[in-house]
């Protein structure tokens, strides 16, 4: 009788995935759950205040924090932060109840831009879309509402629990603050249990000592191994559900072991799971560092940037990307960001370098609100200098040539002269620029206008 052949290794794994299935899952879950973690560890800071504190962010939830003036120039609650708005920024938690937003008539550039804790843009209150001049009062709505609540006000359903209103008000400089601050008082949140009460008094915020203060949120979740990642993914995902069109990568998820609406251990699944979940997660956070670098012009030649960011739907991948490289993008119908990091002939941008950028009087950044260019260190950050000077754009006092052309130049010195008025400083170091288009036209929207190159100047 034949002697039956007994493997010497049984794979514990279920019939109906392999190991390398496993690992490419898990690979593209980290980058499909990478913007909601990183955006739950960013509000997690910025809400761990008892008050407002006046820097962009920082507050209890449900409650506007109000920048009174821009960031300054250390400045690192969030990548890429902007000196053309003043920001009034919320976060909500809409477990217990709905909340009120209410806006007021503002005659100027704003858009309040929500944002679910995917980071998807899911209503843009703004000039753009509910107008100039006009007050407006909106009910925003949680998943977990079980009944819509009776109200006569506008409705916005929110897709997540948390959500991040980030507003940006146009703010013509410092000897425009007080013009926005008037605005800025109008942007007010209370639940809907005390919508009509004239007294209420929102209460203060809950600060949790464990909370890690110091880290930025990016470093946080590059610390996280998998175990922790997908732990922490697992507890969002209750009250955070994936969209109406992830159901692709949710039925994914369930061949690894993750089910929505369930804890995840990864010490549970099947030891080669496990190994391909962790092999997955550092394999992910380079890809997502790639990702984002991309989307940021570094490595690349020329500008780059998109112009369909914000709203996301099953693109996954330059939704990771931009939430690494630039956390709370509009979308383009409000603001597009052209960023590079190279000059004309792909080399790195260094401030040891000098370099200019040239518009021709024709192609000058076609925009109905304004535009400016702001230069950053590698890591996204605000380059501190002399002259306290982050950003250009057309609310300056800008030198134009006598065709009517326009330079601008970027370099660690003054250029001296006439020209100092359309001097961008940086370091001594590798930066990276970021243009603002509020407002673009259909010529930005459609790729017909594209912004000139960087050129290096001796």
């Given amino acids: ?27 593209d879950a980290y980058v499909y759950a990478y913007p909601l973690i990183l955006q739950a560890i960013t509000l997690r800071q910025m809400t761990n205040f008892a008050e407002p504190t006046g820097i962009p962010g920082q507050g209890p939830f449900n409650r506007f924090s109000h920048s009174p003036a821009f960031p300054p120039s250390d400045f690192k609650m969030v990548v890429c932060a902007n000196v053309d708005t003043l920001y009034s920024v919320a976060s909500l938690d809409l477990f217990a109840e709905p909340v009120v937003l209410s806006v007021p008539p503002v005659d100027r550039f704003f858009v309040l831009q ?3 804790l995917w980071t998807d843009v899911f209503a843009a209150p703004g000039t753009r879309t509910t107008g100039r001049n006009k007050a407006r009062d909106f009910l925003i709505v949680g998943p977990g509402s079980s009944k819509q609540p ?41 639940p809907l249990s005390a ?39 697992a507890e969002l995902l209750k009250d955070n559900p994936p969209g109406p069109l992830d159901y692709p990568m949710i039925h994914r998820l369930e061949r690894v072991g993750l089910k929505v609406g369930q804890g995840f251990d990864v010490n549970s699944v099947p030891a080669e799971i496990k190994q391909a979940l962790e092999r997955a997660t550092a394999d992910g956070k380079s890809l997502v560092v790639e990702l984002g670098n991309k989307a940021s012009g570094k490595g690349g030649k ?61 192609r000058i950044p076609p925009v109905d609100a304004f535009w400016s260019v702001t230069a950053y260190d590698t890591d996204g950050y605000f380059i501190p200098n002399r002259v306290r000077r982050q950003a250009l754009g057309d609310r ?3 030198h134009f040539n ?11 010195d003054s250029p001296g002269g006439d020209k100092e ?38």
Avoid: C
Avoid at 1 to 20: D, G, H, N, Y
Avoid at 167 to 182: F, L
Avoid at 198 to 217: A, H, I, L
Avoid at 423 to 442: G, I, N
């Fill in 396 to 398: 300056d006092t800008l």
């Fill in 195 to 233: 919508w009509g009460n004239g007294d209420y008094k929102p209460p203060q915020g809950v600060v949790d000592p464990n909370v890690d203060m110091k880290t930025p949120p990016p470093a946080q979740v590059d610390r996280m191994d998998a175990s922790k990642f997908f732990a922490l993914f």
């Fill in 1 to 27: 009788m034949a002697t039956q052949r007994v493997p010497l290794f049984e794979s514990k794994l279920p019939k109906e995935i392999t190991a390398q299935e496993a690992y490419e899952i898990a690979k």
């Fill in 114 to 116: 929500m944002l679910s």
């Fill in 421 to 458: 008025s359309n001097w961008l400083p940086v370091a001594t170091a590798p930066f990276r620029l970021l243009m603002r288009l509020y407002s673009p036209r259909d010529e930005v929207l459609d790729g017909t206008w594209t912004p000139p190159p960087v050129r290096r100047i001796s």
């Fill in 402 to 412: 006598g065709d009517g052309s326009l330079d601008i130049y970027i370099q660690a």
């Fill in 302 to 362: 020329g500008w780059v940037y998109s112009r369909t960011g914000g709203a996301f739907g099953v693109n996954y991948r330059q939704r990771a990307a931009t939430a690494y490289s630039a956390l709370g993008e509009n979308l383009p119908e409000d603001a597009v960001y052209p960023a590079t990091s190279a000059d004309t002939e792909g080399h790195p941008l260094d401030g040891n370098k000098s370099y200019i950028l040239h518009f021709e009087k024709s």
């Fill in 150 to 190: 009776q109200s006569a006000l506008a409705t916005i359903k929110s897709p997540t629990r948390y959500v991040l209103i980030a507003g940006r008000t146009q703010t013509n400089g410092v000897a425009d603050y007080e013009n926005v601050h008037k605005i800025q008082e109008g942007y007010k949140i209370m």
